[in-house]
């Protein structure tokens, strides 16, 4: 959810199904107070991000709650509930690079950081102007100098290491999957 919408953790964390009006999911950022429209389908094509709400509310034995970003009792996930699973998750991905023999990615892993998430979400958007209004930013040049990596050297290398990085997770979920879904309900 991060990336598909750009936002940082704790509007993430506040999403409501109720925020999904009109096709678009509505986002009020909590450091500038905009409010964004994050659109879930163009001509008649879904967009990822309307994808994942949608695996979210087909989930099975899914409580009761209005929380986009459930725990499996229903209540909505805090940033420390957010810090421990990515930590973890972290820490798995870290040992299986280490385990296949790739140090390096190993190393990056451990470096990753929960932010590094928006940045990365501004950098896939090929189009400066619509990166800059997914994150909120008011003028081109915040995203620009602060989220976009692009064009320098060490991206090329850093989109290897987000590539394996997303093996590895695909390989955690499907072997962990039971034990991931028992603890957190990040739907999607």
Not at 37 to 61: F, T
Not at 85 to 109: P, Y
Not at 140 to 152: L, P
Not at 171 to 179: G, I, P, S, V
Request: glycine share 6%; aromatic share 6%; with cysteine.
């Amino acid at each position: 959810m991060n990336y598909l919408t750009g936002q940082r953790p704790a509007d993430v964390l506040k999403m409501r199904d109720g925020d999904l009006k009109d096709g678009a999911l509505q986002v009020r950022q909590g450091k500038s107070n905009k409010l964004l429209r994050i659109v879930l389908e163009h001509d008649g094509i879904k967009s990822e991000l309307a994808k994942v709400i949608e695996r979210i509310h087909a989930r099975p034995h899914q409580p009761h709650t209005t929380f986009i970003i459930a725990l499996p009792n229903g209540c909505q996930v805090k940033k420390w509930h957010l810090r421990l699973r990515f930590d973890s998750a972290k820490k798995t991905a870290a040992e299986l690079a280490i385990k296949a023999g790739d140090e390096e990615l190993a190393s990056r892993v451990k470096a990753f950081q929960f932010r590094d998430i928006r940045a990365r979400s501004a950098s896939d958007i090929v189009d400066l102007a619509a990166a800059s209004s997914l994150l909120g930013h008011s003028e081109k040049v915040i995203t620009e100098k602060v989220y976009r990596r692009i064009g320098q050297q060490y991206d090329r290398q850093n989109k290897q290491a987000w590539q394996k990085i997303t093996i590895l997770k695909e390989r955690f979920c499907l072997t962990k999957e039971n034990k991931i879904t028992q603890g957190f309900l990040l739907r999607g």
